[in-house]
């Protein structure tokens, strides 16, 4: 009699752990007009069942990295318009061992130090909005396995030869609202999976085949409200034998060549 019900409170307790562990309905949690830390008791919920996490119009104090460590679970996380003041200079350094989506949109004390330990997440895409990150320097990306970047509104005036090492599992890059005229051909050249390359309002004046470094998997170019003068994609398949379509929309007095092949360049307005 004794025995059977031992076993069943040491089945019922590993059951317990194992569930805790791994809770199967992760919550989706929004975090909207709160003022103070973050804590499990301000959310009402563990941390480690939070699957998705938002963070919106919050005033959040103290972030630490050992917080942002215990979402154990956490998968997508958004912080946007929001004042969070950090603990930690390098808050995101190997903090959340499942974070595959994660969005930064005008959180002020965002830095590039931050940038730096965001390349520790198993992240799958990052997107960074309307933050103040002027230059992109060699190696910031290096260990990151993003497969998609979004650059937007961020001051980038500058991309170092090397910015973009270890991206080799990039297939989209979005740069965006920045101040760029040129992209380092060299900093594209770790990118063999790019497929879809977008440049939107930067400022961007020429663009051409001699621009690309050999990128196997390129399929899109898109440049949208770009200052191009001049594109030039003759003998671009030799680079880039995938590319089969280059946009180029907006108000351009861009003067496009034709070229032999099969690339198909839309302009419109
Ligand atoms: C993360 O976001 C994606 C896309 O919105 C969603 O499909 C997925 O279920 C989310 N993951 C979790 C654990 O909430
Ligand atoms: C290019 O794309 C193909 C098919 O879409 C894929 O199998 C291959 O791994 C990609 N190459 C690189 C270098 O990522």
């Given at each position: 009699m004794f025995f059977p019900s031992v076993l069943m409170i040491i089945i019922l307790?590993?059951?317990?752990?194992?569930?805790?562990?791994?809770?199967?309905?992760l919550e989706h949690i929004k975090v909207l007009r709160e003022n103070g830390p973050l804590t499990e008791e301000s959310l009402g919920i563990p941390?480690?069942?939070?699957?998705?996490?938002?963070?919106?119009?919050?005033?959040?104090?103290?972030l630490s990295r050992e917080t942002l460590g215990q979402f154990k679970n956490l998968e997508n996380l958004t912080i946007s318009f929001?004042?969070?003041?950090?603990?930690?200079?390098?808050?995101?350094?190997?903090?959340?061992?499942?974070?595959?989506?994660?969005?930064?949109?005008?959180?002020?004390?965002f830095n590039y130090e931050d940038l730096k330990g965001i390349a520790t997440l198993p992240l799958e895409s990052l997107?960074?909005?309307?933050?103040?990150?002027?230059?992109?320097?060699?190696?910031?990306?290096?260990?990151?396995?993003?497969?998609?970047?979004?650059?937007?509104?961020?001051?980038?005036?500058?991309?170092?030869?090397?910015?973009?090492?270890?991206?080799?599992?990039?297939?989209?890059?979005?740069?965006?609202?920045?101040?760029?005229?040129?992209?380092?051909?060299?900093?594209l050249a770790p990118l063999r999976s790019l497929e879809t390359l977008e440049l939107?309002?930067?400022?961007?004046?020429?663009?051409?085949?001699?621009?690309?470094?050999?990128?196997?998997?390129?399929?899109?170019?898109?440049?949208?409200?770009?200052?191009?003068?001049?594109?030039?994609?003759?003998?671009?398949?030799?680079v880039a034998p995938k590319l089969n379509d280059v946009f180029v929309i907006g108000k351009n007095m861009v003067h496009i060549p034709k070229v032999s092949g099969p690339l198909r360049i839309h302009k419109w307005l």
């Open positions: 307790t590993v059951a317990h752990i194992i569930s805790r562990e791994v809770p199967k309905d941390f480690d069942t939070i699957g998705t996490l938002e963070i919106r119009l919050s005033k959040i104090e103290k929001s004042k969070i003041e950090k603990v930690d200079k390098d808050v995101f350094s190997n903090c959340c061992p499942k974070l595959k989506h994660l969005e930064i949109n005008h959180w002020p004390d997107e960074i909005i309307d933050s103040d990150i002027p230059k992109l320097k060699s190696g910031v990306f290096e260990g990151a396995k993003l497969k998609s970047l979004v650059l937007t509104k961020n001051k980038l005036n500058e991309i170092e030869p090397d910015a973009f090492k270890g991206l080799g599992e990039l297939e989209y890059l979005l740069i965006s609202n920045n101040k760029i005229k040129e992209i380092p051909k060299q900093s939107v309002s930067n400022g961007i004046e020429k663009f051409s085949t001699d621009s690309l470094p050999e990128l196997p998997n390129l399929t899109d170019i898109v440049f949208i409200r770009e200052n191009l003068k001049e594109i030039n994609f003759e003998g671009v398949h030799k």
